[in-house]
Nanobody, 124 residues
Framework: QVQLVESGGGSVLPGDSVRLACVFS??????????IAWFRQAPGTEREWLAY????????ETADSVKDRFGISRDEGLSTVMLHMHSLKSDDTAVYYC???????????????WGQGTQVTVSS
């Protein structure tokens, strides 16, 4: 079982930058290294995939909708995956979740371990 804990959320102004962190521990069923992804969910909307990254950061992908403003990175020594968000807008207001999967995927159903989420509110 993989455990994940997000941090770094809060209330920010439009145009600000925020870095979210996801600390992960444990291994999956096959004892393999995990792909870690970030999703977000705004009230009344479906959960939206944002990015994923594999061991050592060798494999990663960011959603077209945010890749001009968001980036993902990974520090194996700290067992942490970061989501770097810039030029934030009110539409970025959501609960941000990290999740773990044994395969790289944009699909929510591929991820079987989830953190509790961290709220990001963008408002003037």
């Amino acid at each position: 079982q993989v455990q994940l804990v997000e941090s770094g959320g809060g209330s920010v102004l439009p145009g600000d930058s925020v870095r979210l962190a996801c600390v992960f521990s444990g291994r999956g069923r096959t004892n393999s290294h995990q792909y870690i992804a970030w999703f977000r969910q705004a009230p009344g909307t479906e959960r939206e995939w944002l990015a994923y990254i594999g061991w050592g950061g060798i494999v990663s992908e960011t959603a077209d909708s945010v890749k001009d403003r968001f980036g993902i990175s990974r520090d194996e020594g700290l067992s942490t995956v970061m989501l770097h968000m810039h030029s934030l807008k009110s539409d970025d207001t959501a609960v941000y979740y990290c999740a773990a999967s044994e395969t790289p995927s944009r699909e929510e159903r591929a991820y079987n371990s989830w953190g509790q989420g961290t709220q990001v509110t963008v408002s003037s």
